[in-house]
């Protein structure tokens, strides 16, 4: 995932807001995903957003995408221990199927 | 509404045999996508089929292949294994093809190469 780019670590207090951070370089990107991996588990995913949209969200989630800058945030409000696993965001394009991840934020939740 | 399976979970092999993976897409869906992941490289797309087809490949080399069946159902084949070849292989599937399709992943199977 050389095109999207995103922080390797956040660490959180439960009960606080997170924010995971992503830029990405193809003003061409179709579809922008957050994908959850707990470890020792595939990806599941979270949420996405079309690119013609600013703004998403979904229960405790919100996605926030900002075009002129290329980038994505995710927003996970009330963060709570189970949500303590790698996060990646994801660009794909309408004419090239291929998903292209960035290297994954570790989110960890303390006490 | 069953989730994408991928068989086996875990699989241990030695340097030069080859590997056959395994995964059934959800009911519906169409297109197949292989992509595997490692720590130094993470998340890499290996190529996507739709309708038996081959639509879309990365930059893998030829040991590396697949094929659709008739019942969406796709495998992956990795020739004349090397040790960089360990790693989490994921499929996900979608109903149609062309990026316009949210993909859905399975659990992965674990390769490990000795």
């Known amino acids: 995932g050389e095109d999207v780019e995103q922080s390797l670590f956040l660490s959180v207090r439960e009960g606080d807001s997170s924010v995971i951070n992503c830029t990405y370089t193809d003003s061409s990107s179709t579809y922008l995903y957050w994908y959850k991996q707990e470890p020792g588990a595939g990806l599941q995913l979270l949420t996405y957003?079309?690119?013609?949209?600013d703004m998403k969200q979904d229960q405790r989630l919100t996605v926030l995408l900002n075009k002129k800058d290329k980038h994505l945030s995710l927003r996970i409000a009330d963060t709570q221990t189970g949500d303590s696993a790698i996060y990646f965001c994801?660009?794909?394009?309408?004419?090239?199927?291929?998903?292209?991840f960035g290297a994954g934020t570790t989110v960890t939740v303390r006490a | 509404k069953a989730g994408v399976t991928q068989t086996p979970r875990y699989l241990i092999k030695t340097r030069g045999q080859q590997v056959t993976l395994s995964c059934s897409p959800i009911?519906?869906?169409?297109?197949v996508s292989w992509y595997q992941q490692t720590p130094g490289q993470g998340l890499q797309f290996l190529f996507e089929?739709?309708?038996?087809?081959?639509?879309n490949k990365g930059n893998f080399p030829g040991r590396f292949s697949g094929r659709q069946f008739s019942n969406s159902r796709s495998e992956m084949n990795v020739s004349t294994l090397e040790l960089g070849d360990s790693a989490l292989y994921l499929c996900a599937s979608s109903r149609t093809s062309g990026g316009l399709d949210t993909q859905y992943f399975g659990p992965g199977t674990r390769l490990t190469v000795l």
């Open positions: 957003i079309f690119s013609n949209m």
């Open positions: 994801a660009e794909s394009m309408g004419n090239d199927y291929k998903l292209s």
């Open positions: 009911s519906g869906h169409r297109s």
């Open positions: 089929y739709f309708s038996e087809t081959q639509r």
